[in-house]
């Protein structure tokens, strides 16, 4: 059981950097999410992948966030010109079609200096 | 989705029972009861879900009210590994643009003491 993957788990840059992670979701997952948690709340939804369509995405994610899964498989999630309200832990979850259960990453940590 | 209400906080002694509650009143007849639990530095885990009847699985037991406005999650031991913020969520199971995205609020911190 590989479980779901991200990559890298921690990042610091400057403010106006650009940054990308990477997740991995369980293979046979064709289900994606991202979510973004701060310090003492719960995650928030940013956006949703079926197979490569993004099907949804939250107010939350400004003109600077993109999110690609060219393939249906890796998910990309970019921040270009980050500020310090970025800062944040990034979390990816992958699910079956047709069964409730999200798998969660164990996030990538995001700070912005 | 539907908004659920939880205590801040709760505490336990190890090896005891734990019954962590849930409110939501607003609660629709397709909606899903779900639980996740995020143990520090961690990204949430599932915990258990249902719809109407009672829940139970390796893990721990779901009580569900009658009238579906609330809930109960119940640790039959708590072990100090139990120690975790837990997530009681709502999704709707109708299907539409919902996607199954999870709504999290601030959840339960549980401390479990030795």
């Known amino acids: 059981d590989t479980g779901v993957s991200q990559d890298p788990r921690h990042k610091i840059t400057k403010r106006g950097q650009n940054v990308t992670f990477r997740c991995d979701p369980i293979?046979?997952?064709?289900?994606l999410y991202w979510y973004r948690q701060t310090l003492g709340q719960g995650p928030e939804f940013l956006t949703y992948?079926?197979?490569?369509?993004?099907?949804?995405k939250s107010r939350l994610l400004s003109d600077r966030f993109s999110a690609e899964r060219p393939k249906g498989s890796f998910s990309t999630l970019e921040i270009q010109r980050t500020e310090q309200g970025d800062s944040a832990m990034y979390l990816c979850?992958?699910?079956?079609?047709?069964?409730?259960?999200?798998?969660f990453g164990p996030g990538t940590r995001l700070t912005v200096l | 989705d539907a908004k659920t209400t939880q205590p801040n906080s709760m505490e336990s002694n190890e090896e005891e029972p734990v019954h962590l509650p849930c409110n939501h009143s607003?609660?629709?007849?397709?909606?899903?009861i779900h639980w996740y639990r995020q143990l520090p530095s961690q990204g949430p885990e599932y915990v258990i879900h249902?719809?109407?009847s009672n829940v139970n699985n390796r893990m721990a037991s779901l009580a569900i009210a009658e009238d579906r406005k609330s809930s109960t999650l119940i640790l039959h031991r708590a072990t100090l590994r139990d120690a975790a913020v837990y997530y009681c969520?709502?999704?709707?199971?109708?299907?539409?643009?919902?996607?199954?995205?999870?709504?999290f609020g601030q959840g339960t911190i549980l401390t479990v003491h030795p």
């Open positions: 992948f079926q197979n490569e369509a993004q099907l949804e």
């Open positions: 979850a992958s699910r079956f079609m047709g069964r409730d259960r999200q798998f």
């Open positions: 249902g719809l109407t």
């Open positions: 293979s046979e997952h064709n289900r």
């Open positions: 607003t609660i629709s007849g397709t909606d899903y």
């Open positions: 969520i709502l999704r709707d199971g109708a299907g539409g643009t919902s996607y199954g995205k999870l709504t």
